[in-house]
């Protein structure tokens, strides 16, 4: 079967023309590096933590184990490993175990762990910051991936066209922005196949080493190797050639390899392991909350993404159409395998990640349709520019003849039309999404913290933990030559005790208490922070707000009325120093004391004035009088608003009034405005069991507490 040039390019004879879709297909791709590099710098270096902290750091804490302890035999992992030994059956704690198990011991993506790790080795730099550097210049990959693949099935044009379209589009779930192990086996995937498709399927090194790649970056890419030798031995009819089945047949011995390597490698612990299912909870429900969870996808991100499905389809069928033959006959056999795998995907369940498989799956055929509108819109160009190349704008005879002529300069414009609304549709849902990119957990964790535990603790110390961000921050600093307690995965377990009642256990590494606030007890921790948005509202959609109280370890002020800081240990409160950052605008901060029976000094209010820009304490004198039990900070009003990173009394050194055991109580201005209290009480941050045990702070920079705990 011999393609041929596509019939879109043929009807653009003109030798010019054809190299300029040649140049096309560079713009395209030029146009998808840039407008997603631009996008993704808005959240990258706007925080410390890469977006999405929970998912990137359990990739990097796979990257400090492949650099410090490749068999998983570091005394953090091997206390885990002795905690997730006692088999359970409470969900929550079977939930716990499991996050433990894939964030921190499954090993499935080594190749993309080497990657960092060796960025950060050639740079000299720590794996956080390689990451973000890779992550920035990732649509680099994505992009060439993607328009190779498409120039394979359509041509360069089409390619040049869908691929500057895809720079706007959003895909459902992960999408394609985001850096990480599937995603970058998905671009190396369509890499391998357009070689394949290039090569008429006689690809064998292009399949082989392909296959060796993508089963080390992420099993996901076990399937498409899969498809890539599927694609070898069908979309040209049966292969004739020996060198053909060789690289058909060393692909699927190298995935077999991968398959029996996840099921016996203990250490590391390679691949998946499955995902129990919730209370209640079976097979047959999982799948139809995966179904669900499709419609939601789709619904969200529509706009972004086809933005008109009868518009865009139609356009690709109309792409189809104006095809060769041969290239038509081979886009069939392409859509059918691409069509049986991604239905098969639907039945494969992942209970705590619906629909997960089937969305990763989705982006080669989206791709694939929008290859199609190229090809249509590439086409209706040719024959418009021939069309007034030879006739103008004045001839035919009657109303019908002028239509039957100047039919492709009407449907180039609608077509043109259409892309130019997909491009604003999608800038518009970069805007809502590199805004969530930023803000979704919105924690700032200081390194200070780690490196003063490796400094004052003994490898046999253990630190106990309670979320699945801090304690992966911790390890990708050198943590995990420490022991580690992972509480929640042994809360009101038999085993419990066994493990708080240890001496060595020395240390605690915490939320702090503006972010574990009364607002998030009940949830798991995944549920604490802002949904993703909605490009379109859907009922079935649950959106969800951040529930901490602090947003990057500060209280913005211009959401609440006003912040009472009262101290427990029954001292007369002198002075006092404010923490103020965020200041785009000069402001006052004014500061009302409280006297002991609970009554405001209005009159008695300390103002300070701060000019726009500066960050730091701000120190403000008290009322020289005994009868001082606390303060009220005010909420500002309009353009003098700023945010509250720390509180202290008379000599305290660090962010919050650990020492005073303070409490503090904000009163929301918005939203759910019941009062929110948290205590500066280190005790009360701990399990009862440790109630015996004395404490003290070491260091509460950022979101997270770094907490001393005294031996028995």
């Given at each position: 079967?011999?393609l041929?040039?596509?019939?879109?390019?043929?009807?653009c004879?003109?030798?010019?023309?054809?190299?300029?879709?040649?140049?096309l297909?560079?713009?395209?791709?030029?146009?998808?590096?840039t407008?997603?590099?631009?996008?993704?710098?808005?959240?990258l270096?706007?925080?410390?933590l890469?977006?999405?902290?929970d998912?990137?750091l359990?990739?990097?804490?796979?990257?400090?184990?492949?650099?410090e302890c490749?068999?998983?035999?570091?005394?953090?992992?091997?206390d885990?490993?002795?905690?997730?030994a006692?088999?359970?059956?409470?969900?929550?704690?079977?939930?716990?175990r499991?996050?433990?198990?894939?964030?921190?011991?499954?090993?499935?993506?080594?190749?993309?762990?080497?990657?960092?790790?060796?960025?950060?080795?050639?740079?000299?730099?720590?794996?956080?910051?390689?990451?973000?550097?890779?992550?920035?210049?990732?649509?680099?990959?994505?992009?060439?991936?993607?328009?190779?693949?498409?120039?394979?099935?359509?041509?360069?044009?089409?390619a040049?066209?869908?691929?500057a379209?895809l720079?706007?589009?959003?895909?459902p779930?992960?999408?394609?922005?985001?850096?990480?192990p599937?995603?970058?086996?998905?671009?190396?995937a369509?890499?391998?196949?357009?070689?394949?498709?290039?090569?008429?399927?006689?690809?064998?090194?292009t399949?082989?080493?392909?296959?060796?790649?993508?089963?080390?970056?992420?099993?996901?890419?076990?399937i498409?190797a899969?498809?890539?030798?599927?694609?070898?031995?069908?979309?040209?009819?049966?292969?004739?050639?020996?060198?053909?089945?060789?690289?058909?047949?060393?692909?699927?011995?190298?995935?077999?390899?991968?398959?029996?390597?996840?099921?016996?490698?203990e250490?590391?612990?390679?691949?998946?392991?499955?995902?129990?299912?919730?209370?209640?909870?079976?097979?047959?429900?999982?799948?139809g909350?995966?179904?669900?969870e499709?419609?939601?996808?789709?619904?969200?991100?529509?706009?972004?993404?086809?933005r008109?499905?009868?518009v865009?389809?139609?356009?690709?069928?109309?792409?189809?159409?104006?095809?060769?033959?041969?290239?038509?006959?081979?886009?069939?056999?392409?859509?059918?395998?691409?069509?049986?795998?991604?239905?098969?995907?639907?039945?494969?369940?992942?209970?705590r990640?619906?629909?997960?498989?089937?969305m990763?799956?989705?982006?080669?055929?989206?791709?694939?349709f929008?290859?199609?509108?190229?090809?249509?819109?590439?086409?209706?160009?040719?024959?418009?520019?021939?069309?007034?190349?030879?006739?103008?704008?004045?001839?035919?005879?009657?109303?019908?003849?002028?239509?039957?002529?100047?039919?492709?300069?009407?449907?180039?414009?609608?077509?043109?039309?259409?892309?130019?609304?997909?491009?604003?549709?999608?800038?518009?849902?970069?805007?809502?999404?590199?805004?969530?990119?930023r803000?979704?957990?919105s924690?700032?964790?200081?390194?200070?913290?780690?490196?003063?535990?490796?400094?004052?603790?003994?490898?046999?110390?253990?630190?106990?933990?309670?979320?699945?961000?801090?304690?992966?921050?911790?390890f990708?600093?050198?943590?995990?030559?420490?022991?580690?307690?992972?509480?929640p995965?042994?809360?009101?377990?038999p085993v419990e005790?066994?493990?708080?009642?240890n001496?060595?256990?020395?240390?605690?590494?915490?939320?702090?208490?503006?972010?574990?606030?009364?607002?998030?007890?009940?949830f798991?921790?995944?549920?604490?922070?802002?949904a993703r948005?909605?490009?379109?509202?859907?009922?079935?959609?649950?959106?969800?707000?951040?529930r901490t109280?602090?947003?990057?370890?500060?209280i913005?002020?211009?959401r609440v009325?006003?912040?009472?800081?009262?101290?427990?240990?029954?001292?007369?409160?002198?002075?006092?120093?404010?923490?103020v950052?965020?200041?785009?605008a000069?402001?006052?901060?004014?500061?009302?004391?409280?006297?002991?029976?609970?009554?405001l000094?209005?009159?008695?209010?300390?103002?300070?004035?701060?000019?726009?820009?500066?960050?730091?304490?701000?120190?403000?004198?008290?009322?020289?009088r005994?009868?001082l039990?606390g303060?009220r900070?005010?909420g500002?009003?309009?353009?003098?608003?700023?945010?509250?990173?720390?509180?202290?009394?008379?000599?305290?050194?660090?962010?919050?009034?650990?020492?005073?055991?303070a409490?503090?109580?904000?009163?929301?201005?918005?939203?759910?405005?019941?009062?929110?209290?948290?205590?500066?009480?280190?005790q009360?941050?701990?399990?009862?069991?440790?109630?015996?045990?004395?404490?003290?702070?070491?260091?509460?920079?950022?979101?997270?507490?770094?907490?001393?705990i005294?031996?028995?």
């Amino acid at each position: 079967m011999t393609l041929g040039k596509p019939a879109s390019e043929g009807e653009c004879g003109d030798r010019h023309v054809i190299l300029a879709s040649k140049g096309l297909l560079v713009l395209g791709l030029l146009i998808y590096v840039t407008v997603q590099a631009a996008f993704l710098s808005g959240c990258l270096w706007t925080r410390d933590l890469p977006p999405e902290p929970d998912d990137s750091l359990a990739y990097l804490t796979k990257t400090a184990q492949m650099d410090e302890c490749f068999f998983q035999d570091c005394e953090a992992l091997k206390d885990l490993r002795a905690q997730m030994a006692f088999r359970g059956t409470d969900p929550a704690i079977v939930g716990h175990r499991t996050q433990i198990v894939g964030r921190v011991f499954q090993v499935y993506h080594p190749l993309f762990s080497a990657m960092i790790l060796g960025v950060a080795k050639a740079l000299s730099t720590d794996t956080i910051t390689a990451y973000k550097l890779l992550w920035q210049i990732s649509p680099l990959l994505m992009g060439l991936g993607t328009a190779l693949w498409i120039n394979a099935l359509w041509g360069p044009a089409a390619a040049g066209i869908a691929t500057a379209m895809l720079a706007f589009s959003i895909f459902p779930n992960t999408g394609l922005h985001y850096f990480v192990p599937a995603n970058t086996a998905l671009a190396l995937a369509l890499i391998v196949w357009a070689g394949i498709l290039a090569r008429k399927g006689d690809a064998p090194l292009t399949l082989v080493l392909g296959t060796l790649v993508l089963v080390s970056i992420h099993p996901i890419g076990r399937i498409y190797a899969v498809i890539g030798a599927v694609m070898a031995a069908t979309v040209w009819g049966i292969p004739k050639k020996q060198t053909t089945w060789a690289g058909i047949i060393g692909c699927v011995l190298i995935v077999t390899a991968a398959f029996v390597a996840s099921a016996t490698v203990e250490r590391p612990m390679l691949g998946f392991r499955p995902e129990p299912y919730g209370s209640g909870q079976g097979y047959i429900s999982a799948l139809g909350q995966s179904l669900v969870e499709i419609g939601i996808q789709f619904k969200r991100t529509e706009p972004a993404l086809v933005r008109s499905p009868v518009v865009f389809f139609g356009a690709a069928v109309c792409g189809f159409l104006i095809m060769s033959a041969a290239r038509q006959t081979m886009l069939l056999r392409v859509i059918a395998i691409l069509s049986v795998f991604l239905a098969t995907s639907l039945f494969y369940v992942l209970p705590r990640h619906p629909a997960d498989l089937f969305m990763r799956m989705l982006p080669p055929m989206s791709a694939l349709f929008f290859g199609g509108v190229g090809a249509a819109t590439w086409f209706t160009f040719c024959q418009s520019r021939a069309v007034l190349r030879r006739y103008g704008l004045a001839k035919g005879d009657g109303q019908a003849s002028r239509i039957a002529l100047y039919w492709p300069i009407a449907a180039f414009t609608v077509l043109a039309a259409f892309t130019l609304h997909i491009v604003l549709s999608g800038v518009e849902g970069w805007v809502v999404l590199t805004q969530h990119m930023r803000d979704r957990q919105s924690i700032e964790l200081s390194r200070s913290q780690p490196e003063r535990l490796l400094s004052e603790s003994v490898p046999q110390n253990k630190v106990l933990y309670e979320s699945i961000i801090i304690m992966p921050f911790y390890f990708v600093n050198g943590a995990m030559s420490r022991g580690a307690v992972f509480y929640p995965a042994i809360r009101g377990t038999p085993v419990e005790g066994e493990w708080l009642n240890n001496p060595h256990l020395r240390y605690a590494a915490l939320y702090n208490p503006t972010v574990a606030t009364r607002r998030v007890e009940g949830f798991e921790e995944d549920e604490w922070w802002q949904a993703r948005p909605s490009l379109r509202y859907s009922a079935l959609d649950r959106q969800r707000p951040d529930r901490t109280l602090s947003v990057n370890a500060r209280i913005p002020m211009a959401r609440v009325t006003w912040a009472q800081i009262e101290p427990r240990d029954g001292r007369t409160v002198q002075s006092v120093e404010v923490f103020v950052d965020d200041l785009v605008a000069d402001a006052r901060v004014e500061v009302v004391p409280v006297d002991r029976s609970g009554t405001l000094a209005h009159h008695e209010t300390v103002t300070a004035h701060v000019r726009a820009g500066r960050t730091g304490w701000v120190r403000m004198q008290l009322p020289d009088r005994d009868s001082l039990k606390g303060i009220r900070i005010l909420g500002p009003q309009g353009r003098g608003a700023y945010s509250l990173g720390g509180v202290r009394f008379d000599g305290d050194r660090l962010r919050w009034p650990w020492n005073s055991k303070a409490d503090m109580t904000v009163q929301p201005r918005a939203g759910d405005t019941a009062p929110v209290t948290v205590s500066f009480d280190p005790q009360k941050l701990l399990p009862p069991l440790l109630s015996n045990r004395k404490v003290s702070v070491l260091d509460d920079e950022g979101s997270s507490v770094l907490i001393r705990i005294d031996p028995p």
